[in-house]
């Protein structure tokens, strides 16, 4: 069963491409069995990217979202309008008071929407911490353990829980990630990756009991890993012969670049327009 990948949302676009770029992520995909939506940006692009892209949300499935910052979440409500009720996949702490530290103030990150406004429009939760199947061959990794002592969390950000105690930085436990199972190996799809590649890597592994991994496309968050995070990451990409890289989002120029030097042709931009076939 062939499976298909485009990016909806990114913080750039394809040079040929009439999609908008925003700081932000979502990927469509879609095989013969349906379609589904993993992430809906900030709200700036998703709508507008799905038509000139002839992605018709109206016939997705469902949703799964893989954290509840903004850049990932913000597009749901307008989704929502679209498509009318449909399951929403995502962890139980997705609604949690996100925030982020910027020069002594704090910034909300959050969802920028209550659960009930987006209930209201027809979203039908399914929380769940464990790895779960979506469709088939489609599933969502559930919380993901930090076994690294080097893939650490972004310090600036930090949330509140119900009672007001303040956690810094946010152990962000509902970063999720979609894997699919193809003929070819295994494709993870990275929403932020906040609980690190390498963790994110070899729990799908383990959990599905499966060791080829074909190709990973997203947002990495290696933007501001350490030299030690970046080059274990380059190890374990190797070691597990990862023929195809897309990188997205939160990545940064910096890293993206030093990917492209050492994967070559493996190593691509996953910016908006961008597909991917499996």
């Known amino acids: 069963m062939t499976t298909k990948f485009t ?18 992520f979502a990927c469509y995909l879609e095989n013969e069995e349906g379609s589904y939506l993993f992430d809906t940006g900030q709200g700036l692009g998703i709508v507008h990217n799905s ?12 949703i799964m979202l893989s954290h509840g910052h903004y850049d990932h979440t913000g597009g749901l409500a307008k989704v929502l309008r679209i ?17 982020k530290a910027t020069q002594e103030k704090e910034k909300f990150v959050g969802i920028p929407f209550n659960r009930a406004y987006l209930e209201s429009l027809g ?34 950000l930090f949330a509140y829980t119900d009672t007001g105690e303040k956690i810094q930085p946010d152990p ?10 193809s003929d070819r190996g295994l494709v993870i799809v990275f929403g932020c990756a906040h609980a690190g590649m390498i963790n994110i890597i070899n729990y799908t592994v ?13 947002g990495t968050h290696l933007m501001a890993s350490s030299d030690a995070q970046f080059t274990e990451t380059l190890k374990m990409i190797n070691e ?28 691509f931009f996953a910016s908006v327009s961008t597909e991917f076939e499996v």
């Open 51 to 62: 038509i000139v892209l002839k992605k018709d949300l109206s016939k997705i499935n469902a």
């Open 206 to 218: 383990k959990s599905l009991n499966k060791n080829k991994i074909y190709a990973v496309i997203g």
């Open 172 to 181: 962000l436990k509902d970063d999720l990630s979609v894997i699919v199972d």
């Open 83 to 99: 498509i009318g009720e449909r399951d929403v996949y995502a962890h139980p702490d997705i609604f949690a008071k996100k925030y």
């Open 7 to 24: 990016i909806l949302c990114d913080n750039s676009a394809a040079a040929a491409s009439s999609g908008i770029a925003e700081h932000g």
């Open 123 to 156: 979203a039908n939760f399914q929380l769940n911490t464990q790895l779960i199947e979506i469709g088939r061959n489609i599933y969502l990794t559930g919380e993901v353990p930090r076994l690294t002592d080097f893939e650490k969390g972004v310090e600036n």
């Open 240 to 267: 597990y012969k990862i023929e195809h890289v897309g990188v997205s989002h939160c990545t940064g120029p910096e890293k993206a670049s030093l990917l492209h030097a050492k994967l070559k042709d493996r190593f």
